[in-house]
């Protein structure tokens, strides 16, 4: 992906972040859960976020993955987020 984002001439116009593993735990097992059995993608702050589900978190951001997923929004401040 970022040589196609060069060749295409993006890198002049766009800034391009590339965060690669954001559960490695859960890539290492085959598994949406992290070291502690949490899916890190329901971890985060949401008006739907569910407390009793226990595989969610005890409350949003419990989990350091999604406290470091968090952060690098907050440090790119990105546009866009795939």
Do not use: W
């Not at 890190?40 to 406290?67: H, I, K, M, W, Y």
């Amino acid at each position: 992906l970022p040589a196609a984002f060069l060749a295409d001439g993006l890198a002049d116009t766009v800034t391009l972040t590339i965060l690669e593993d954001a559960n490695p735990d859960g890539r290492a097992a085959g598994s949406r859960g992290n070291a502690d059995g949490v899916d890190v993608n329901r971890n985060f702050p949401a008006s739907n976020f569910d407390a009793g589900n226990p595989a969610n978190g005890s409350t949003p951001l419990s989990q350091p993955e999604a406290v470091a997923v968090v952060a690098a929004i907050d440090r790119t401040t990105p546009n866009l987020i795939i």
